[in-house]
T-cell receptor, first 114, second 114 residues
Framework: DTGVSQNPRHKITKRGQNVTFRCDPI?????LYWYRQTLGQGPEFLTY????????KSRLLSDRFSAERPKGSFSTLEIQRTEQGDSAMYLC????????????FGQGTRLTVV | GDSVTQMEGPVTLSEEAFLTINCTYT??????LFWYVQYPGEGLQLLLK?????DKGSNKGFEATYRKETTSFHLEKGSVQVSDSAVYFC?????????????FGRGTSLIVHP
C-alpha cells in the first residue's frame, strides 16, 4: 500500500459544470476525511466517513456538494453546478479512529473553475 | 468551537538559525496536538505529536511541548537547513461530539536561505 491516492491531481472546469474527485485511502483505515484548502489557509474540514457511514458534514459543505464511500473503501466527492468560489485544493485523508492517531493525506486535487 | 492559531509567515531564516513557530489552541476537551509539514508539491505529512500535558514530541530535530497551562504547542528547531523550507501546520484532535476530527491552523511558511 503506497498511501492515500487522489485522482485527478488537477481539474479545470467551466462554471456550472459538475466535477467528481476520487480518493483511495490506506486500506486498513476505516476513517476517511475530506478537506478543502485555499491559498494561504490551512485545511478546512468538509466531511468524514467511518467505514461507509458519513458521520459529520461541515457547514462549508453546501447542498451542491455530495460525498460517498460505498463499501467503506474509496470515496468520491462531487460538486454540482461549480462556481468560481469552489476553486481550491481538495484534500483527502485517512486514519484509524481515536484522538492520538495521525491522519495520512493524499496530494490533493486542485480544482480551477473558469 | 475548537480552533488553532499560528503565527503569520513567511518566516525567513538563514541556514543554522534557531526556529520558533508559535501555535496556540482553543479546545472544549483534552486534545492531542500535532505538527504537520507540507513540502512543495507534496501532501501534508505528520512531523510530530503530543497527546498529554508536558509531553514533548520530536522528529528530525524539531521539538514541541504540550503546554496545557498556556494552551500552546510551539515548534522549535535549533539549527534549520535549506531542506526545512516548507509550510508547517499546527493541528489538534479533540472530541466534541465524539468525533476527533483534526482541526488545522492556517499554516506558517518557512523559507531558509543558504
Amino acid at each position: 500500500d503506497t498511501g492515500v491516492s487522489q485522482n485527478p491531481r488537477h481539474k479545470i472546469t467551466k462554471r456550472g459544470q459538475n466535477v467528481t474527485f476520487r480518493c483511495d485511502p490506506i486500506s486498513e483505515h476505516n476513517r476517511l476525511y475530506w478537506y478543502r484548502q485555499t491559498l494561504g489557509q490551512g485545511p478546512e474540514f468538509l466531511t468524514y466517513f467511518q467505514n461507509e457511514a458519513q458521520l459529520e458534514k461541515s457547514r462549508l459543505l453546501s447542498d451542491r456538494f455530495s460525498a460517498e464511500r460505498p463499501k467503506g473503501s474509496f470515496s468520491t466527492l462531487e460538486i454540482q453546478r461549480t462556481e468560481q468560489g469552489d476553486s481550491a485544493m481538495y484534500l483527502c485523508a485517512s486514519s484509524f479512529p481515536g484522538p492520538n492517531l495521525q491522519a495520512f493525506f493524499g496530494q490533493g486535487t486542485r480544482l480551477t473553475v473558469v | 468551537g475548537d480552533s488553532v492559531t499560528q503565527m503569520e509567515g513567511p518566516v525567513t531564516l538563514s541556514e543554522e538559525a534557531f526556529l520558533t513557530i508559535n501555535c496556540t489552541y482553543t479546545a472544549t476537551g483534552y486534545p492531542s496536538l500535532f505538527w504537520y509539514v507540507q513540502y512543495p508539491g507534496e501532501g501534508l505529512q505528520l512531523l510530530l505529536k503530543a497527546t498529554k500535558a508536558d509531553d514533548k514530541g520530536s522528529n528530525k530535530g524539531f521539538e514541541a511541548t504540550y503546554r496545557k497551562e498556556t494552551t500552546s504547542f510551539h515548534l522549535e528547531k535549533g539549527s534549520v537547513q535549506v531542506s526545512d523550507s516548507a509550510v508547517y501546520f499546527c493541528a489538534l484532535s479533540d472530541r466534541p461530539g465524539g468525533s476527533y476530527i483534526p482541526t488545522f491552523g492556517r499554516g506558517t511558511s518557512l523559507i531558509v536561505h543558504p
